[in-house]
């Protein structure tokens, strides 16, 4: 299957100050990335993707990039606030198919210090 | 709030037990897929149900199965429980449609704990 690997795996950072995560993933033919926020007690949240045919997209203070050539993109969230605190997953769906299974990173546990 | 519904929220039982989780997908999604989500596994896919017919498969044991009924709901059942499938259970929802990408949509989750 898909390997999809994630870091860090743990990020703590001051309210205010930038934050970025980074997935790395397997297989070339991958064309969908989603990015999953999962707050204590509830489930995981899409909060942004990003399709093959473009390089970076925002909303808002969250930006996702991507470099297919490399295999990686990463989420950047900027002015960061108390409650962006949360676990972040990356994800990619099998077999560069955008229908069935995700295979997720093993999450990063973000911490916003105000 | 996604849409997705799942009950019950918790489920206490005791090792050797069958339990029955339930999801309700959102409006007008076609596809369920479970997931698993423990510490040590992080979150794992487990079955797709594409309007009341199985899909994919990836890592369920023999001991679980699932079914979609002809309202889209689904329902994932455990059986001959063991401590080490104490975790929580995710179901989400797809659209499905012929889309090119199909975003999916997570539920509150079904905490199970194996006594």
């Known amino acids: 299957g898909e390997n999809v690997e994630q870091h860090p795996s743990t990020l703590s950072v001051q309210e205010g100050d930038s934050a970025v995560i980074k997935c790395t993933y397997s297989?070339?033919?991958?064309?969908?990335f989603p990015w999953y926020k999962q707050e204590l007690g509830k489930g995981p949240q899409l909060i942004i993707d990003?399709?093959?045919?473009?390089g970076e997209k925002k909303d808002q203070r969250i930006a996702v990039t991507l470099n297919k050539t490399a295999k990686h993109f990463s989420l950047h969230i900027t002015e960061t606030q108390p409650e962006d605190s949360a676990v972040y997953f990356c994800?990619?769906?099998?077999?560069?198919?955008?229908?069935?299974?995700?295979?997720f990173g093993r999450g990063t546990q973000l911490t916003v210090w105000p | 709030d996604s849409g997705v519904t799942q009950t019950p929220k918790h489920l206490i039982t005791a090792t050797g037990q069958r339990v029955t989780l339930r999801c309700s997908p959102r409006s007008g999604d076609l596809s369920v897929y479970w997931y698993q989500q423990s510490l040590d596994q992080g979150l794992q896919f487990l079955i797709q149900?594409?309007?009341?017919?199985?899909?994919a498969k990836g890592n369920i044991l023999e001991r679980f199965s699932a079914q979609q009924f002809p309202d889209l709901h689904s329902e994932l059942n455990l059986s001959s429980l063991e401590l080490g499938d104490s975790a929580l259970y995710f179901c989400a929802s797809s659209v499905d449609r012929g889309s090119l990408y199909n975003e999916q949509f997570f539920g509150p989750g079904t905490r199970l704990t194996v006594l």
């Open positions: 994800a990619v769906p099998r077999g560069g198919s955008t229908l069935g299974r995700l295979y």
């Open positions: 297989d070339s033919a991958s064309n969908y």
């Open positions: 149900y594409y309007n009341g017919e199985e899909r």
């Open positions: 990003i399709r093959s045919n473009v």
